[in-house]
């Protein structure tokens, strides 16, 4: 009599019909070498190992068991056994840790998407690997989603004003994290994805949280709208360096103004012997200090005002600006790209279009960070990510994000920034402004405290 243990142990090997280890209790799956006895053969498994046994060891069990069995036995009818490790529930998505055995491929699992989202009549599954885990993250959409509100990510980005030169919060993670990235150490970002996806609405959460926590005198904007539409309520903000532009001629000699700043700010640098503005900035603020030990307030408040501001490039649809002026455009923004780094010059380009013309390879190379939405096709996905999976996602602000600090992609849920929310922030800015660590302040009471 075979023990329950034993069960356990052999339901994850292969083993063959007639292997004198265990008896003939078997059943044919697959033609494979049989581990036990060494004869070339075929794979077999136990009968009777399913149902309460694949879902005993779940641990944080937040999924249905209906669907945890479905999953282990469509990857078993694959050639892909595994077991369910974990269930992590999110607002949108639940994820399925699953550890396959040792003789599966991994390029094989990435194959089952369309497979599983048959059997399980899911939306669409995802099925990606997860960075330090022995294990496959297979993303299934809950029946429900639950919004990812503006209000309830607002304060995320509030805990690395201090650490980071220009945090960007980007929402929460599929499994409820939130997720705040420095786009000073990329220093670009790439947005891509389908009309209706979520670009607008990430490029107005970025811009509005990053308003909150930086002055005008820790960052300028650049803002480069052709559709005249996302980017042109930020026209009054203290921050820009010049109005919104939207006509092309425009946009170019704005990037060409941008390239002028950054060769004298590299040349400033090279005088200095530092080899970035953090380092520049930091011995400012080191000089300011022992003057304000000394008692010297007002040389300290001159010493920190040379400061220099980080400057932020936003574009909207850059397609419109490479079709129209292709030549003159990818010149000036691959200048940009390569060299501006040092001296504090970011770029984020959001397109509908991730096509090879749009997005040529020098370009690329150097936006190290890209988020895509959902994409019309496997194509394109691999074109923005390098990776497939984006035509799977669900729009309405689900997105995968490539870090260039993180391994694999990172699949995040855009906060909902709505008007409503923006008109709040600028309205804030106008009124109030900021206090001396360049935190926007809520009302005039704080503004007499400072």
């Not at 049989?34 to 794979?43: D, F, N």
């Not at 820009?240 to 700043?261: F, G, K, S, Y």
């Not at 010297?296 to 600006?321: G, H, T």
Request: aromatic residues 6%; contains cysteine; glycine residues 6%.
């Amino acid at each position: 009599m075979i023990s329950a243990d034993l069960k356990k142990k052999i339901a994850k090997l292969r083993i063959c019909r007639k292997c004198s280890a265990i008896g003939k209790n078997l059943f044919f799956l697959k033609r494979l070498r049989c581990p036990l006895c060494g004869k070339a053969t075929r794979k077999y498994k136990l009968k009777g190992m399913n149902d309460q046994e694949v879902v005993e060891n779940v641990k944080n069990e937040g999924g249905d068991k209906k669907i945890i069995k479905l999953i282990t036995a469509r990857c078993a009818d694959f050639d892909c056994p595994g077991e369910i490790t974990s269930v992590i529930k999110g607002p949108v998505v639940t994820e399925y840790e699953f550890k396959p055995d040792r003789f599966t491929r991994v390029r094989r699992l990435k194959a089952l998407d369309q497979d599983l989202t048959l059997a399980l009549a899911a939306d669409a599954v995802t099925i990606r690997t997860i960075p330090g885990k022995p294990c496959m993250g297979i993303s299934i959409p809950n029946g429900v989603h639950e919004v990812v509100t503006f209000d309830s990510c607002a304060d995320n980005i509030k805990e690395h004003y201090k650490d980071m030169e220009l945090p960007l919060n980007f929402g929460i993670t599929s499994d409820g994290s939130p997720y705040v990235e420095d786009l000073a150490r990329y220093p670009h970002m790439l947005i891509a994805g389908t009309t209706g996806t979520g670009k607008s609405v990430l490029l107005n959460q970025l811009l509005t949280n990053l308003l909150t926590v930086r002055s005008p005198e820790q960052l300028k904007l650049i803002l480069i709208d052709p559709k005249t539409v996302e980017l042109f309520p930020y026209a009054k903000v203290p921050h820009l360096m010049r109005a919104p532009v939207a006509q092309v001629w425009t946009a170019i000699q704005v990037m060409e103004d941008v390239i002028n700043e950054m060769k004298n700010r590299t040349q400033v640098l090279h005088n200095y012997q530092v080899t970035s503005i953090k380092e520049l900035n930091d011995q400012f603020k080191s000089r300011a200090a022992v003057l304000e030990k000394e008692g010297k307030r007002e040389s300290a408040a001159l010493e920190r005002a040379k400061c220099w501001p980080y400057i932020l490039v936003v574009i909207d649809e850059m397609a419109n600006l490479v079709l129209e002026q292709k030549k003159d455009f990818i010149a000036r923004m691959a200048s940009i790209a390569q060299m501006a780094r040092a001296a504090g010059i970011s770029v984020i380009a959001a397109t509908q279009r991730p096509s090879v013309d749009v997005l040529p390879g020098k370009i690329k190379v150097n936006f190290l960070a890209r988020g895509a939405f959902r994409m019309p096709s496997a194509a394109d996905s691999k074109t923005v990510l390098n990776f497939k999976g984006a035509e799977t996602l669900l729009g309405k602000g689900d997105m995968f994000m490539l870090s260039p600090d993180k391994t694999g992609l990172q699949r995040i849920h855009v906060a909902h920034c709505k008007k409503e929310n923006r008109d709040v922030v600028l309205e804030r800015i106008a009124k109030y402004g900021y206090n001396s660590k360049g935190l926007l302040m809520e009302s005039e009471r704080k503004l007499v405290a400072v």
